[in-house]
């Protein structure tokens, strides 16, 4: 395994321990657990430590949901909207509501602000992405950005709900709900 390819299943293991147990579950230890890797790679793969793990998983989640969007660009607002919707129904029901937003886990966490404010600067950037998407789909330039933050915050909260009420009956209330104001723009 060469060194790219060893760092990047270190990244992919601390996106899904974050994903499922938020930065208490992601230390070196529990990363080089779920992935195999050698002891000593930790600071090998990242000199700068576990902020800088935590960086790169964060990134690595940003840019997997930024793909799951992007190509709906164009469509209605509404589809814009489901995209979003169904990226965070898959990802519940694939694990059986184990895994949530890494990004979010790291923001509530609140561990390290250095990787809080990259968390922050990853929200602002999945917002602007979803505020283009929709004016892209017709929505109104004034209530895209509104609506992008509405779909992000309702998104999150209701994956955070159907993971802790283990069910994904919240999760879909929130989705029909969002998709309805969606419709009255």
């Known amino acids: 395994m060469t ?3 060893g760092r990047a299943r270190m990244v ?3 996106v899904r321990l974050l994903a499922e147990h938020g930065p208490p579950g992601a230390s070196f230890g529990d990363v080089l657990d779920a992935t195999g890797a050698a002891r000593g790679s930790t600071y090998h793969h990242f000199p700068g430590g576990k902020k800088e793990m935590y960086t790169a998983a964060l990134d690595l989640a940003s840019d997997r949901a930024l793909t799951a969007i992007e190509d709906v660009r164009g469509q209605p607002a509404r589809v814009v909207v ?18 949530g937003c890494a990004v979010l886990a790291v923001a509530v966490a609140g561990e390290d602000e250095q990787v809080v404010d990259h968390a922050g600067s990853i929200f602002r ?3 602007e992405r979803l505020a283009s998407l929709l004016v892209d789909g017709g929505c109104p330039a004034a209530q895209a950005p509104a609506l992008a933050a509405l779909t992000i915050a309702a998104m999150e909260g209701a994956v955070a709900m159907a993971r802790a009420e283990a ?3 919240p999760f879909e209330l929130a989705a029909r709900q969002l998709l309805d104001v969606v419709s009255a723009q």
């Open 82 to 99: 489901e995209r979003f919707i169904e990226m965070w129904r898959s990802l519940l029901t694939a694990t059986d509501l184990r895994l």
């Open 125 to 127: 950037a999945w917002r």
């Open 3 to 5: 060194k790219g390819e």
């Open 167 to 169: 069910d994904l009956g």
């Open 12 to 14: 992919a293991g601390a």
